[in-house]
């Protein structure tokens, strides 16, 4: 499955953005969609996941309440609505699709990437 991430920008502190991620190529609905996100000299780092039904939705525990993942199946795209953005939110972000079990958490598990996009919170 291809993945096209877009939606980021540079926006100030308390700010919101939302991010998309369109899917193509195969079932979409087949995958479990997250989103990743990788700040310069850090290590890529789980954000959030959304089961295929969209029924089920798990967050780094430091975007929750903040943060809200969704999915919209008949239009193949995944959503990632970002609210009280801070500069620590600041990284390039990644979408993906996992169909393997496992821990959600876990980057290796994921099956596809999209190519990024960069999200930039001044203080």
């Known amino acids: 499955v291809q993945l096209q991430a877009s939606g980021g920008g540079l926006v100030q502190a308390g700010d919101s953005l939302s991010l998309s991620c369109a899917a193509s190529?195969?079932?979409?609905?087949?995958?479990?969609m997250g989103w990743f996100r990788q700040a310069p000299g850090k290590e890529r780092e789980f954000v959030a996941v959304?089961?295929?039904?969209?029924?089920?939705?798990n967050y780094l525990d430091s975007v929750k309440g903040r943060f809200t993942i969704s999915r919209d199946n008949a239009k193949n795209t995944v959503y990632l609505q970002m609210n009280s953005l801070k500069p620590e939110d600041t990284a390039v972000y990644y979408c993906?699709?996992?169909?393997?079990?496992?821990?959600?958490?876990?980057?290796?598990?994921?099956?596809?990437w999209g190519q990024g996009t960069q999200v930039t919170v001044s203080s």
């Open positions: 190529g195969r079932t979409f609905t087949n995958y479990r």
């Open positions: 993906a699709a996992k169909i393997k079990g496992g821990p959600d958490y876990s980057s290796y598990l994921y099956d596809y």
């Open positions: 959304i089961n295929r039904s969209g029924s089920y939705t």
